[in-house]
Structures are given as structure tokens and as C-alpha cells.
């Protein structure tokens, strides 16, 4: 069944970007629409722009962020519409409801591995339909039957004939047809860019420094300012020296904001110059005095509350597990241009959460949605963190107070002390084993704060939040007894999305849990994996591949030890092993390989980057990321003291991709949970130290 | 507040005349007062390397540099490294960018690096090229260092 239809005619149209050609919009039905919505121009969205010079503008739903969405729902649309990969142009997506990712449930949004598994069959359409019309146009102007019009990159050829005609030269003819309502779509074997490596568009504009970051915006008579919030979470502002930050050349204005304070300047750092000379002392606060040890005891408790189960089997493995609160830290830091006037507001912003900004725009500007624009520019790193709207609140607030355009730009203390962060948790087994070693009962019990009680406050009454037990709920290994308890924690440290959220803790505990029964039982972890997964042929030929490219059973150099791991989310299944050696505590890690069965393959140099980079992403977490709490307060305040993995001990990590032609499946998280557990397990190789808790910093672990 | 100086700041081979305090870090300059924003703030403590230009040849982190330290001398911005320079081309080959926030301060970094040795160690690398990519690109930026001093080698010979 199809979720989506091409519902609307194509259009001709002097648009008020002055391009006349062949625009076509699609819009699809989400899931749960009642109503039907008012067919004009305005709410068409746009998808696909050829103008009379052949130059193609594929409207692209989704932010780019680095996982090269602009590239590969690009290669959708460009394969299925023979366009010519050398004309074609992207743009970031208005907000418009016609953008929403049939997958996404809170409307506009990137996020959850989605875009193409989302937009993959909407866009084939698109370009089919825009394909079908060109060749319709191209009949019409030679007089043939439309079969003996062929579409090949970007131009029509007409059957035994020299004749052809460019996309932009019929573009406006195409332009006049009905867009047909089920266009043919292309066989795979006839795809000609889907599933190949091509190069990301956006790439070279990224290397001279001229692609535009949030943080690069500049308006005219732009001011830029800095905040400082309460350091200890909900607190408020309770005194300031404004006539010394005012003293500092340059400051225009202090202005309270929600649970802080700040400052706006002719420039960003005499913004924060001035921040300093303000001296602002806060008070108050939801985690007042709180201590990191005091959120563990809770967990502990809550643990406790839940109970062990009583596990009678020939061996019981009982174990505890925990993680801390991370942080998604971002290079470019979180950044919002906002220009309200009387009757327009305008927001420029690396936002992964278009819908949501469009919401605080209304509420703050007190506009309407016809009289608001959100520009989306490129990210700097989202991970989760760039799907909240603190950040543009606090430059549509500013911009409303001052009347002009007002950039702010927060401090890298800010973005760590101000979080929305991976939610520290604890989890524990009582796994039963047979007399083989092979486990008859599995009892997980997790405790945990709730991400999404913030969104869907009944969530906690229940104790139920399915992104904190993604990963738990579900295990691959042919188990008969499996049960998992959840109890909500909440201690008042802000939690939201981070790199693949539950997995990022589940799948360490899950598959360190597994690979400790393996261990017991004195089996070998990858056969015993395998035979846990009878009949999953999918995970089976993953962790196969891994095996096969790690060399696994080797025998392997003194003190090197090698980890393997599983994993599925988003759809995707994949598996990890990494090499290790360790003297003492110090530790190297040699050579990574990873396997991903994703279902469908769009563009496998995106696919290895998002491997690689994820992988990475884990690794960097596992070894020295944490947020600690000390009197209410987050510790740690700088790359300084929040260690982020550099090229010095980051590890080569090869890919495989299996194309099971499966379900498409995300591929922008699966990566980031194997490398807890696969470290974890390949340091228990090479040493016999089994880490229970992360981060490996406070095992005394160190990369050499 | 003391304001003597007006720094006179030769970037990418122009001079500017800049009436700035003279302890604003050259990263200020740079992308509030003059508008070249491909330098990049990451952390303002001289730790992640975003904000990396050369300043008479070495590689150095804008983000801590006054401007009145910069006077004088010889300031190159990503900006100014040239359309088609090898570092750049070797990046673009490797597919390194995710993000590409990071990427400004890995190039600078690297072509001050290669200026001066053309087959650094793998050590060397390491240490010199401390940049943080948030993203994890480091599988293909070390492929992406090897192949920029091959195109440099090449360019040269
Ligand atoms: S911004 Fe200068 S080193 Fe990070
Ligand atoms: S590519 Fe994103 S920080 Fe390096």
C-alpha cells in the first residue's frame, strides 16, 4: 500500500524566483491526515525545478548535516528522471508540510536515520513522474508516439533519428501536463547513479571555506550576541552588573532571557567580553546540590525496587552495568540569526527540527505562519542536539527586543553545561545458562530517565519510553525466556537525542552481557552468537562478514585482543569487530572492521562514511566522554576536560556493505553503539579486564 | 578601555586597517569585522583547531592569537590558500568532509604541516594534526594527508 500519492498538477509559473521551466511538486498523504489540504500554489511544495537553461533544483526535504542527504536523495531523483548529475543544484526545504518525512511522526524533522529510508519511494516517484512528462512533451513537439521518446541524461532522444531535444528546452511545454498519477519506475538493474559511490555535492564547497554555516550568517546591520544561563538547571538570574558590561566598547544591550542572560554586541567576542564584565550570579534551580552520586543511588534503588529475578538454571550470570549522561558537543556551537520586524520574521538556523522552530517563531514573533521563513542553512554536527529550539527562542527573543537581526552564538561552555544530554543509566542481567553454556532465561532490568516525557508526559506514569529501551526490548539471540523491566529515573538533568539514542547504551549492555555468558561457558563469542541466531540468516551473514574481514580466530600477536559485537536499529543490522593491544592501561586500538546490511544501497561512500564516523563517535564516547554532576551543576565546561577522540589513537576501520535488497534500512546511527561493546569485548581479549562501566577513563584506561 | 593601536593586519596578501581593541583574537577579526567566515569557532581555548590560519608560514589557532600579535605579519585564511590547492583537491578526492566544520582548521593545518616536510612520520602527523572532527573523519583524513603530499610532490616536480 502506498502511503503517498502525486496528488497535485505540475504548474507553470513565473515564481517570484523569476525561473520559468517545468516545476513539479509531490505531495504524498502522511500517515495519519484527515483532512485533505487546500490545493494553491503556495502550499505546492516544490520539488524538482528545471529551468529553460536545463538547470535542475532538486528541493531537498531533509537538513544536511554531513551524512550527505543532498547527495542521495539528489541520486533518487536524478536516476530516476535521466537527469544530467552535472546540472543539478540543491536547496534546503522551506517549512511545509509536503516535506514531512512519511516516516517522521513530529512533523518536519532529520532525524532517526530517516531521510532516505523515508523519502527512497516518494522521490522515485517524483522523478518518474517528471521523467514522463518530459517524454510526453518531447511526443508532443515531434509528433510520435511517446515510446519513441527515450530520456538519458538530461535530454530526449527520439528514436532512430539523430534528433534530441535538452530537459530545459521542453521543460516549460512538460510543464503544462498533468503530472501522471503512477509513472513507471526504473529497475534497479537500469539505475545508473543509484548504488554507486558518487562524490557528495556539497563536499567542495566545504573545503575553501565558502559553504555557510548557521554561525556564518551575515545580515545587514546584524548585531551579535552571546547568553549565559543558570548553570544549575532552571535557576534564575539574580544579579548583574550592567553598567560594566555596558562599559565594554561595543555592547549594545543586556536582555533576560529564560533562565538567563544575555548579551548583545557589534561583535561576538566584545558580546562575550561584555558577558564577563556582567559578573551574573544565579540562584536556585531544579538540581540544586545534586551529585552525581546521589542520581547513581536513585538508579540503584529503583533497581533494587524492580527486584532481581530468581533464576533457576544450571548457571546464573548476574550483572550490573551503567553509563553517564553524554553530551552531543558539536563542533560548530549552537548558533540562531532571527530578524523580527513588525510584520515578518525571518530565522536562519542549522536546525535538524524545522517544524519545531516554525513553532517558537510563531509563539515569540506572534506572527503568523504565512509571514514567517525559516532558512535552514548547512549543519555543523547535529547528533541530536540540533533538533531543540533553546537556541532559536533565545535569538527570536533578542531580535524581537532590539528590533534588528541579532546572531547568537554560545560560547562552547555553554553548549556543554547546557544540555539536552544522552541520558546516564544503569541496567542489570540475570541470565540463565544451560549445562552447554547456552542462556534458557534473560532478565534485564534498566533503569533510566525518559526522553520522551518531555513530549508525552503519560510516558513516566508508566514507566514506558521506547527510546530508552530501543535496543533492550528486542534482542537478536533465539532466547525463550526474555524479560525486561524499565523504570523511569528523572534527577533534573535535561536528557534529549543523542547519536542513536537507546542503542548508545543498550547495545553495550547487551552485547557485553552476551559476550560475558559466552566467555562463562568458555564457548568462542562469535560461534556463539552464531548459533543464537538460528535462523536469522540477515544477522547471521553480518557478523559472518565481520568474522571473515577481522580474520577472527587468528591467532593474534601477544597482548592484542580482538572484540566482535552486533547490532540492529533504524531498520539496519550491523556488526562490528575491533582489533586491540594494551600494556598495562594503555591502549591502542589497530584496525576496525565493520559489516552493514542496510537492505538497499544508495550511495555506498556516504554509507562507509557514516560507518567510519559513527563507529568513531562511539569509540569517542567509550573511552573519555562524561557529564558529571557536582552541586547541581555539569563538571565539565570545554574540549578540555570533555576529551573528544582525535586523529592520535582513532583507528583504521574498513566497511562492508551487504545489499540483501531488503527493506531499505537508516544507516546514519547504527554505527555509533557497536563501539562500546566492541571495545569493551576486545579489551577483555587482550587483558581479561572486564569494563562493567564507561566511561574507560575510569578504569585508569588510556589511549598509548 | 585602552585604545592605541589600530592594527594594520596583512591577509591573503591585503592589508586591512582595523580599528579593534588590540587583544581581540584574530578568529573575531577574521568573521565579525571583516566577514571571512571560513574560519571556523569551535572552543575560543585553543583546543580543537577550527579556527587554525597561518600566520608567517606555521599554522596557529586563531582563536587565542591577539590581533596585535598578528600584526606584521604574513596572516593566510582558508580563504586565501587558492582555488585547486592539492590539500584542498586531496580532500575533495577522499570525500573527508562530513559535516565540514572541522575542515577549514584540518587543511590549514596540513598544508603548514607539508610546507615543511613533505613525508612527515606517522607521529608527526598525530601530534601536528590534533584538530577535533566531531564527525570522525579521521579514516579518510589520513588517507587525505598521504595524498596531499603526493599532489604537492607532483605540482612541484
Ligand atoms: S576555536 Fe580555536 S582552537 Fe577551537
Ligand atoms: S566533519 Fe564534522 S566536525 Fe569534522
Known amino acids: 500500500m502506498e502511503k503517498y500519492s502525486l496528488l497535485r498538477r505540475a504548474f507553470l509559473k513565473k515564481s517570484a524566483l523569476t525561473c520559468t521551466g517545468l516545476m513539479v511538486g509531490l505531495a504524498y498523504e502522511p500517515k495519519c491526515s484527515l483532512a485533505a489540504k487546500v490545493e494553491n500554489l503556495e502550499h505546492l511544495g516544490i520539488w524538482i525545478r528545471i529551468t529553460p537553461d536545463g538547470k535542475t533544483t532538486f528541493i531537498i526535504p531533509s537538513s544536511e548535516m554531513g551524512q550527505g542527504v543532498n547527495t542521495s536523495l539528489s541520486m533518487i531523483l536524478a536516476d530516476e528522471m535521466e537527469a544530467d548529475w552535472q546540472m543539478i543544484k540543491t536547496e534546503t526545504a522551506p517549512v511545509n508540510s509536503d516535506y514531512i518525512n512519511p516516516e517522521s511522526n513530529s512533523g518536519q524533522i532529520t532525524a532517526g536515520s530517516s531521510s532516505v529510508k523515508g523519502f527512497w519511494g516518494p522521490l522515485r516517484k517524483a522523478g518518474a513522474a517528471v521523467k514522463l512528462m518530459l517524454r510526453q512533451a518531447a511526443a508532443q513537439r515531434w509528433r510520435i508516439p511517446v515510446e519513441e521518446c527515450s530520456a538519458r541524461s538530461g535530454h530526449i532522444y527520439r528514436k532512430n533519428s539523430s534528433q534530441k531535444l535538452s530537459y530545459g528546452e521542453i521543460a516549460e511545454a512538460a510543464g503544462k501536463l498533468d503530472i501522471p498519477f503512477d509513472p513507471p519506475l526504473k529497475k534497479s538493474k537500469d539505475y545508473n547513479l543509484i548504488g554507486r559511490s558518487v562524490k557528495r555535492i556539497d563536499i567542495p564547497s566545504k573545503t575553501n571555506g565558502s559553504a555557510q554555516f548557521g554561525i556564518d550568517v551575515r545580515l545587514p546591520e546584524m548585531t551579535y550576541a552571546t547568553i549565559c544561563q543558570s548553570p544549575v538547571f532552571g535557576g534564575e538570574v539574580m544579579s548583574y552588573d550592567e553598567a560594566a558590561a555596558n562599559k565594554i566598547r561595543g555592547v549594545k544591550k543586556v536582555v533576560i532571557i529564560p533562565n538567563g542572560i544575555a548579551v548583545i554586541a557589534d561583535n561576538t567576542w566584545r558580546a562575550k567580553q561584555g558577558m564577563e564584565a556582567l559578573n551574573v550570579k544565579f540562584n536556585g534551580g531544579e538540581t540544586k546540590g545534586l551529585e552525581s552520586k546521589q542520581i547513581k543511588d536513585e538508579f540503584i534503588k529503583a533497581l533494587d525496587a524492580e527486584g532481581k529475578t530468581n533464576t533457576e538454571a544450571f548457571n546464573v550470570l548476574d550483572l550490573e552495568y551503567e553509563v553517564p549522561y553524554l553530551s552531543q558537543a558539536a563542533l560548530e556551537p549552537m548558533n540562531c540569526t532571527a530578524n523580527i520586524t513588525e510584520n515578518s520574521c525571518e530565522v536562519w538556523v542549522p536546525t535538524q527540527f524545522q517544524e519545531a522552530c516554525m513553532d517558537v517563531a510563531k509563539e515569540i514573533s506572534e506572527l503568523n505562519e504565512e509571514q514567517i521563513k525559516i532558512y535552514t542553512t548547512y549543519i555543523g554536527g547535529g547528533f541530536g542536539r540540533r533538533a531543540e529550539t533553546d537556541f532559536v527562542k533565545q535569538s527570536l527573543i533578542l531580535s524581537k527586543e532590539l528590533g534588528k537581526p541579532v546572531k547568537v552564538t554560545w560560547m562552547r561552555e555553554e553548549d556543554i553545561q547546557q544540555g539536552f544530554y544522552r541520558p546516564a543509566s544503569m541496567s542489570r542481567f540475570q541470565i540463565g545458562l544451560n549445562k552447554d553454556g547456552f542462556p534458557v532465561s534473560w532478565n534485564n532490568q534498566l533503569a533510566s530517565p525518559s526522553i520522551l516525557k518531555r513530549f508525552f508526559a503519560p510516558m513516566a506514569w508508566f514507566n514506558v519510553d521506547p527510546l530508552s529501551t530501543e535496543g533492550a526490548d528486542e534482542i537478536p539471540y533465539a532466547i525463550d525466556d526474555f524479560n525486561l523491566d524499565y523504570t523511569e529515573v528523572d534527577s533534573g538533568v535535561p536528557v534529549g537525542f543523542w547519536h542513536s539514542v537507546g542503542s548508545s547504551f543498550n547495545a553495550f549492555f547487551i552485547e557485553s552481557a552476551i559476550d560475558e555468558s559466552a566467555h562463562l561457558a568458555g564457548h568462542d563469542p562469535l560461534l556463539y552468537r552464531l548459533k543464537l541466531l538460528k535462523g536469522k540468516a540477515r544477522f547471521q551473514k553480518v557478523l559472518n562478514k565481520v568474522a571473515e574481514k577481522s580474520q577472527w580466530g587468528r591467532e593474534l600477536p601477544k597482548g592484542h585482543g580482538l572484540g566482535i559485537c552486533l547490532h540492529k536499529t533504524r531498520g539496519s543490522i550491523a556488526g562490528a569487530a575491533i582489533e586491540v593491544s594494551t600494556v598495562n592501561d594503555l591502549l591502542k586500538l589497530h584496525k576496525a572492521w565493520i559489516a552493514i546490511d542496510c537492505g538497499k544501497v544508495i550511495n555506498p561512500n556516504t554509507i562507509r562514511a557514516q560507518m567510519e564516523g559513527g563507529f568513531t563517535f562511539g569509540l569517542s564516547a567509550t573511552l573519555g566522554e562524561k557529564i558529571t554532576i557536582k552541586d547541581g551543576r555539569v563538571e565539565q565546561s570545554n574540549f578540555h576536560d570533555y576529551p573528544i577522540l582525535r586523529l592520535k589513537g582513532a583507528p583504521d576501520i574498513s566497511v562492508e556493505i551487504i545489499e540483501s535488497g531488503e527493506e531499505i534500512g537508516g544507516v546514519g546511527e547504527v554505527a555509533v553503539p557497536l563501539a562500546s561493546p566492541a571495545l569493551a569485548n576486545a579489551i577483555f581479549s587482550s587483558s581479561g579486564k572486564r569494563i562493567r562501566s564507561l566511561p574507560m577513563s575510569n578504569h585508569g584506561i588510556k589511549i598509548a | ?157
Open chain 2, 1 to 157: 578601555m585602552r585604545l592605541i593601536i589600530m592594527p594594520l593586519l596583512k591577509i591573503n596578501g591585503t592589508t586591512h586597517q582595523l580599528d579593534v581593541e588590540d587583544e581581540m583574537p584574530l578568529l573575531w577579526v577574521l568573521r565579525d569585522e571583516l566577514g571571512m567566515t571560513g574560519t571556523k569557532f569551535g572552543c575560543g581555548i585553543g583546543q580543537c583547531g577550527a579556527c587554525t590560519v597561518h600566520l608567517n608560514g606555521e599554522a596557529v589557532r586563531s582563536c587565542i592569537l591577539p590581533v596585535f600579535s598578528a600584526q606584521g605579519k604574513e596572516i593566510i585564511t582558508i580563504e586565501g590558500i587558492g582555488e585547486n590547492n592539492p590539500v584542498q583537491k586531496a580532500w575533495i578526492e577522499e570525500q573527508v568532509p562530513q559535516c565540514g566544520y572541522c575542515i577549514s582548521g584540518q587543511i590549514m593545518a596540513t598544508s603548514a604541516l607539508l610546507s615543511k616536510n613533505l613525508k612527515p612520520s606517522e607521529s608527526e602527523i598525530e601530534n601536528k594534526i590534533s584538530n577535533i572532527c566531531r564527525c570522525g573523519n579521521y579514516v579518510r583524513l589520513r588517507k587525505a594527508i598521504r595524498l596531499s603530499a603526493k599532489l604537492i610532490q607532483k605540482q612541484g616536480g
